[in-house]
């Protein structure tokens, strides 16, 4: 059965610090999808990323990177010099080949103080 | 695009009533969804429509809970008798369904706040 796991309930930070958001999955599946969407106090969910099981490279969107590892099943967000605005619920997502039902991790919540 | 639309924004209502809400999705989406958040529970997913068929509703709690999709730009879900422990955001989400199973992103609505007294 699918499952991910965010073990970080929440984190606080200092503005400019950098901040990892951790995300562990489960599948049998050998192709499947990763996403990560964010949730700000305003309540609705915005997508960040999507990465395919086949693409291992990681990606770096600004401020965010994201670090996709296999072999740990692990898909990792990083916020480099974190700002105010980037407190919020954070989300990570697993959906497998066969099926559009995306399952989500329980979150983690960042704040991020001045 | 106006995005996924949702009503109402929010809703009380007392244990016994019938609630329906609704969605519409993005146009051009051929796949919709329906989640619910709470905290205990996190994000739950309850149903899922693709091409207005329901093809996974496995995540529907129990008979009191209903959903339907009449056509590609309307949505219900209705919860008749509601409990207060339905009480939770309820989100639609639809996805355009032109990556294979699985790669699609889904785009959220802003959600639907219901508080069952």
């Known amino acids: 059965a699918q499952k991910v796991t965010q073990a970080q309930t929440e984190i606080s930070v200092v503005e400019k610090e950098d901040v990892t958001l951790d995300c562990v999955y489960e599948t049998r599946d050998t192709t499947y999808y990763l996403f990560w969407y964010k949730q700000p106090p305003s309540g609705e969910l915005v997508f960040l990323i999507r990465?395919?099981?086949?693409?291992?490279q990681n990606e770096i969107s600004g401020r965010y990177s994201w670090n996709f590892q296999k072999s740990t099943s692990s898909f990792n967000f990083t916020i480099t010099a974190s700002q105010v605005v980037d407190s919020a619920v954070y989300f990570c997502?697993?959906?497998?080949?066969?099926?559009?039902?995306?399952?989500f991790g329980t979150g983690t919540r960042l704040q991020v103080f001045p | 695009d106006a995005g996924v639309i949702q009503s109402p924004r929010h809703e009380v209502t007392e244990m016994g009533q019938e609630v329906t809400l609704r969605c519409k999705p993005i146009s051009g989406h051929n796949s919709l969804f329906w989640y619910r958040q709470t905290m205990m529970r996190g994000l739950e997913l309850l149903i899922y429509?693709?091409?207005?068929?329901?093809?996974?509703d496995s995540g529907m709690p129990e008979d009191r809970f209903s959903a339907k999709m009449p056509n590609a730009s309307f949505s219900t879900l209705k919860i008749q008798p509601s409990e207060p422990r339905d009480s939770a955001v309820y989100f639609c989400?639809?996805?355009?369904?032109?990556?294979?199973?699985?790669?699609?992103?889904?785009?959220f609505g802003a959600g639907s706040r219901l508080t069952v007294l």
């Open positions: 989400a639809s996805s355009k369904g032109e990556r294979g199973p699985g790669a699609n992103v889904l785009t």
């Open positions: 429509f693709n091409n207005n068929v329901p093809i996974d």
């Open positions: 990465r395919n099981s086949f693409d291992e």
């Open positions: 997502a697993l959906s497998e080949d066969s099926t559009d039902k995306l399952i």
